[in-house]
């Protein structure tokens, strides 16, 4: 176990220190991007361009650029470059919505993914099972934000079911609940159609399987064949696919939803920041959720550890 | 003097409906098995041996499967019985050994929790006194250490240590009738013998009846008291091990026997081996099954031989084939020894 996290931490350094050369890289090949221009302002004369592309260093070798930005960064006083905000700061108090966001909807879609998986597999090839697969295809290619959208105007606009928009704390649950039913039911959608059809076809494998057929001769009930047996050997891909999904949802992936519904979120944050080419949000947030996929690709393989004993823990 | 009649299975068919057409895997099987005998079935993959056993268990149930005939256990039809009785039957009254002890043990429970989950399927007991009797069974069918052992993962298992406690799993409840679906065609020699040891013993102590499957003569040499020859999906001949073994009446049989090697002869050039395949069970030839491969084949095989006793000596040795028994022993004669023969009689 020692080995492992060790591994682990190593690693996630790896990963981070890539992620944060490549992202940092990918904005010296962008032809329009100059960041002195844009901290200086449109109006802005050609001499003050250069005075603030000298006092941020824009003007050193891209080496330099880099170990500047990192060690502010690792400091904690990296500042953006439109609002002039603690980059560090914006995270860590954006961080509550997000966190509000993701993992009740993350509960969400894994128990639907199972429910409904499983209500497909015992009942394939009938009604309830073709339901779910034309409800899975629609899930799966539904962009959210137009499903946000078709939800806020019939449920929030037309007959005012559910507040139209915005975040309130979770120092008020009741409100806080109210506020995020739609976005996390719009999060939850788009896995559950995938994560389900996926649970389908593990679960009818298994059902072949012969220590299922072991277990019936057995004489256990069915009920208890299926989840101790069948359910229990089926959920290993899902559990992958979870860690990964989860990780870069809490690194800012639900952006799109945070930006309909007004989250003030990370993923919010990121997505003004892609907006003005601003590079210090883009660099956090891309190392943020290396962090994130790493920390739960580690979750995964212990879960693996404790769903199957064959599986060892080697980093 | 007669042992008590265990299962009696009467004409039974088993068809499964596929995208090709109906699969005739059983057609038409019947036997008997007595409380404290073990009775072989024998046949070649696809044979309908498997199939049949599961039957008896409710296993081949399902949407596409059709069933026709009997088999009761004592005097329920295993055949007709509902799901919940069936649910009771299995494991308690009939539990089964598979073949392949890896893939027929789940890979995430303890070996000593999957016997627990089957005692406490049938009987309301504690988890610990479940257990109690876990490596008692375990013990019992040789598993050193059992109390360790028991916390083990079947991963963890040897392949005969994995068969051993499948055993154990088996004989928890002391059902009446132990089915072995080729129990040791997995395992290597020495372990398939000791195995066979603990089914011998195992018969000795509980006076259960064994329905023993599989495909290799010299195991069922060593264990069975009948045995039951099938060939697609019908049973060809039935009778005592010496019966089969030393006055065969069907082709097939012959030619079972023909292709075993044997220690106490010279070796043959090439080992003999009955020409052609199996037929499609889908599309079964008319009359006699093994009519297309049989060198023997005459007019009258193209309607099917009823099983029945055609050895005036022997009422209970059953087969189906319309030769005369003087001219079987004549034709299965090859080289000094049983085989398939040419169809030919050399005088």
């Known amino acids: 176990m020692a080995r492992f996290i060790v591994r682990r931490t190593l690693s996630a350094i790896a990963l981070i220190i890539a992620v944060s050369i490549v992202v ?47 060690k502010l960064i690792f400091t904690g006083q990296v500042i953006d470059y439109q609002y002039d905000l603690n980059v560090v700061d914006q995270f860590r ?3 509550g919505a997000t966190l509000s966001l993701v993992i009740p909807a993350g509960i969400l879609w894994l128990l639907a993914s199972i429910v409904l998986g499983s209500i497909s597999a015992l009942r394939v090839g009938r009604v309830i099972d073709r339901a779910l697969m034309i409800f899975a295809i629609v899930g799966v290619s539904i962009p959210i934000f137009l499903l946000a959208a078709v939800l806020l105007y019939l449920l929030a606009f037309k007959t ?7 975040y309130v704390g979770i120092s008020d649950p009741i409100q806080w609940a109210y506020h995020l039913v739609l976005p996390w039911f719009c999060i939850a959608v788009l896995s559950v159609g995938f994560y389900s059809r996926v649970l389908r076809s593990n679960l009818l494998d298994m059902v072949n399987q012969d220590f299922v057929r072991t277990a019936r001769a057995k004489g256990l009930p069915p009920r208890q064949v299926f989840t101790r047996h069948v359910l229990r050997n089926s959920l290993m891909p899902i559990i992958t696919m979870f860690g990964l999904d989860f990780a870069t949802l809490l690194g800012g992936a639900a952006l799109v939803t945070e930006a309909v519904f007004n989250i003030p979120g990370v993923g919010q944050y990121e997505a003004q920041a892609i907006g003005n080419l601003d590079v210090p949000p883009i660099l956090v947030g891309a190392m943020f959720t290396g962090f994130f996929v790493v920390l739960f690709g580690a979750f995964a393989d212990i879960m693996y550890a404790l769903l199957d004993p064959r599986i060892r823990l080697t980093g | 003097m007669a042992a008590e009649r265990l299962l009696e299975v009467e004409e039974l068919k088993v068809s499964f409906v596929t995208e090709d057409g109906i699969v005739y895997a059983v057609d038409g099987v019947s036997f008997t098995l007595d409380r404290g005998e073990v009775v072989a079935i024998v046949g070649e993959s696809g044979s309908g041996k498997s199939v049949t056993v599961m039957t008896l268990m409710g296993l081949t149930r399902g949407p596409n499967s059709r069933f026709e005939g009997s088999a009761r256990l004592r005097d329920r039809d295993l055949i007709t019985a509902s799901e919940a009785e069936l649910r009771r039957i299995r494991g308690k009254e009939i539990a089964m050994i598979f073949q392949d002890p890896i893939s027929s043990l789940s890979p995430v429970h303890r070996i000593g929790d999957q016997i627990v989950e089957q005692i ?11 257990f109690d009797r876990a490596v008692e069974l375990m013990e019992r069918v040789g598993i050193p250490r059992a109390r360790d052992r028991a916390r083990a993962f079947p991963h963890e298992f040897s392949g005969g240590m994995r068969q051993r406690a499948m055993i154990a799993m088996a004989l928890s409840l002391s059902p009446s009738v132990l089915i072995a679906d080729e129990p040791t065609t997995a395992l290597d020699v020495t372990i398939q013998a000791q195995i066979l040891e603990e089914v011998k013993q195992l018969r000795q102590d509980s006076e259960s009846g064994v329905i023993f499957v599989t495909h290799d003569l010299g195991v069922v040499a060593d264990i069975a008291d009948r045995v039951i020859v099938m060939y697609a999906g019908r049973v060809v001949e039935q009778g005592t091990l010496d019966e089969i073994f030393y006055d065969p009446q069907h ?7 023909g292709s075993v090697t044997r220690m106490d002869r010279d070796p043959p050039r ?18 006699c099954h093994f009519r297309p491969r049989c060198p023997h084949e005459f007019e009258h095989c193209a309607e099917v031989p009823p099983l029945e006793a055609r050895v005036p000596e ?4 059953l087969d189906r084939c319309w030769l005369e028994v003087a001219d079987k022993r004549a034709r299965r004669e090859v080289e000094g020894r049983i085989g398939l023969g040419t169809g030919s009689v050399v005088a």
């Open chain 2, 270 to 287: 090439r080992l003999p081996a009955i020409p052609g395949q199996p037929p499609s069970l889908v599309h079964p030839p008319q009359g």
């Open chain 1, 93 to 95: 108090q954006r961080f």
């Open chain 2, 251 to 257: 082709p097939y049989t012959w030619g079972l026997l």
């Open chain 1, 24 to 70: 940092f890289g990918i904005f010296e090949i962008i032809p329009s991007y100059n960041p002195a221009r844009a901290i200086a302002g449109r109006a802005a004369s050609q001499t003050t361009v250069n005075e603030v592309a000298r006092k941020f260093g824009f003007n050193r070798s891209l080496p330099v650029q880099y170990a500047t930005t990192m």
């Open chain 2, 120 to 130: 406490r399927a049938h009987e309301d007991i504690s988890k610990a006194a479940a």
């Open chain 1, 160 to 166: 005012n079911v559910f507040p139209n928009t915005g």
């Open chain 2, 314 to 317: 022997a009422p209970d040795h």
